[in-house]
């Protein structure tokens, strides 16, 4: 799985894409990141980027130019143009079936916006997936490309170790619960035990308090999964 992410700030990545799990999948061929910075193909001595918008008002909005050619540009590097996406608040919310579906594409242009937003003329020429991680404005599109990130590369076969790990998850596939209490050593602390049932070795007995608890949490945190 291939991603170009398009910024204004590419400093921010380097921090994400250097650690954990994608920073394996990276090392071992499985996922490649490639960050870009838009400000590249801005013109000009001053590689001027954004300007204000017509009919006034406040902030500033990124150009349609450099945008659009960035994007064009970046779609040519590799063996196929890609699915392009912009991470803005405008876009459909994130949940887990999207990420399986988006997990289809090979490879996926990220724009991140700043300021005001895009000119409209980037997304009616370049027809994005908009996306939005949540119903709040974050400062950028740059944090909710990691999340999209992050959420993608789990679908990728080999980046998990163990490949039920993403399977078992709360919300894939369909899967509308959230999951059950874990506990490691030691058995007591401060007086809190690791619950008896979990220690006797009963994989059955295991089996259905972990199928209890998680309807329990479901029940207590989000009974709003269980009512659809
Ligand atoms: N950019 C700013 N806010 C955002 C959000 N909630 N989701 C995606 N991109 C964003």
Same mark, same amino acid.
Not at 37 to 43: E, P
């Given at each position: 799985?291939?991603?170009?992410?398009?910024?204004?700030f590419?400093?921010?990545f380097?921090?994400?894409t250097g650690?954990?799990i994608l920073? *394996?999948?990276?090392e /071992?061929?499985?996922v490649?990141?490639h960050?870009h910075? @838009?400000r590249?193909?801005a *013109?000009g001595?001053h590689h001027?980027?954004d300007?204000?918008p017509?009919?006034?008002g406040?902030g @500033?909005?990124l150009m349609v130019?450099? =945008?659009?050619?960035?994007v064009r540009?970046?779609q040519? @590097?590799?063996?196929q143009p890609?699915?392009v996406?912009v991470?803005t608040?405008?876009?459909?919310?994130?949940?887990?079936?999207?990420?399986e579906e988006?997990?289809?594409n090979?490879?996926? !242009?990220?724009?991140?916006?700043r300021y005001e &937003?895009f000119d409209?003329?980037? !997304?009616?020429?370049?027809?994005p997936?908009? !996306?939005s991680? &949540?119903?709040?404005i974050?400062n950028?599109g740059?944090?909710?490309s990691?999340?999209?990130?992050?959420?993608?590369?789990r679908m =990728?076969?080999?980046?998990?170790?163990?490949?039920?790990?993403s399977?078992?998850?709360?919300?894939?596939?369909g899967?509308r619960?959230?999951?059950?209490?874990?506990?490691?050593r030691p058995?007591?602390f401060?007086g809190?035990h690791?619950?008896? =049932?979990l220690?006797g070795?009963n994989h059955g007995?295991?089996?259905?308090? /972990?199928n209890?608890?998680s309807?329990e949490?479901?029940?207590?945190?989000r009974s709003?999964?269980?009512?659809?």
């Amino acid at each position: 799985m291939r991603f170009d992410i398009l910024t204004l700030f590419p400093e921010m990545f380097p921090g994400y894409t250097g650690q954990s799990i994608l920073n *394996k999948s990276i090392e /071992r061929g499985l996922v490649e990141v490639h960050v870009h910075n @838009m400000r590249d193909w801005a *013109k000009g001595r001053h590689h001027k980027i954004d300007d204000t918008p017509y009919g006034g008002g406040p902030g @500033m909005i990124l150009m349609v130019e450099p =945008v659009v050619n960035c994007v064009r540009d970046v779609q040519a @590097m590799g063996d196929q143009p890609g699915t392009v996406i912009v991470t803005t608040p405008q876009g459909q919310r994130l949940n887990q079936p999207m990420v399986e579906e988006l997990a289809l594409n090979q490879r996926m !242009i990220l724009l991140c916006g700043r300021y005001e &937003g895009f000119d409209q003329r980037v !997304i009616d020429i370049l027809q994005p997936l908009e !996306i939005s991680i &949540g119903d709040y404005i974050l400062n950028g599109g740059e944090v909710a490309s990691m999340v999209l990130v992050d959420s993608l590369v789990r679908m =990728v076969p080999g980046v998990l170790g163990d490949e039920r790990s993403s399977w078992d998850d709360s919300f894939s596939r369909g899967n509308r619960m959230l999951e059950y209490p874990q506990y490691t050593r030691p058995r007591n602390f401060e007086g809190h035990h690791v619950p008896d =049932v979990l220690l006797g070795g009963n994989h059955g007995e295991v089996e259905r308090w /972990r199928n209890a608890k998680s309807l329990e949490n479901t029940k207590k945190k989000r009974s709003d999964l269980l009512d659809s």
